[in-house]
């Protein structure tokens, strides 16, 4: 099994900053994508940004240029810095990563998700 946790939501102003971070732990072979995504009261998950293993970055158009993504493969962590929140940022955080396990006759690949983060930018 693997697990995901999360850290570093919050409470801050618009226009302030945070960071969020996760940890993967278990049966890890190698980690593939990994991602942040967040959730809204009543609206769907959405997917806010991707880093691939050799660290290309994808961005949501809704945070593209204020978000960044990174991971750091020895500690099998991804983090997210934002900056210039906005109330529109308001939601709970999941850290998820597409991991490879198994093994080698047997190879697997899953997605595991992190219990979220409360993140909470007022006006």
């Known amino acids: 099994q693997v697990q995901l946790v999360e850290s570093g939501g919050g409470l801050v102003e618009a226009g302030g900053s945070l960071r969020l971070s996760c940890t993967a732990s278990?049966?890890?072979?190698?980690?593939?994508?990994m991602r942040w995504h967040r959730q809204a009261p009543g609206k769907q998950r959405e997917l806010v940004a991707r880093i691939t293993s050799d660290g290309t970055t994808h961005y949501a158009d809704s945070v593209r240029g204020r978000f960044t993504i990174s991971r750091d493969n020895a500690k099998n962590a991804v983090y997210l810095q934002m900056t210039s929140l906005k109330p529109d940022d308001t939601a709970v955080y999941y850290c998820?990563?597409?991991?490879?396990?198994?093994?080698?006759?047997?190879?697997?690949?899953?997605?595991?998700w992190g219990q979220g983060t409360q993140v909470t930018a007022s006006s």
């Open positions: 278990g049966m890890i072979f190698s980690i593939n994508d």
């Open positions: 998820a990563a597409n991991v490879s396990s198994g093994t080698a006759l047997f190879p697997k690949r899953s997605d595991y």
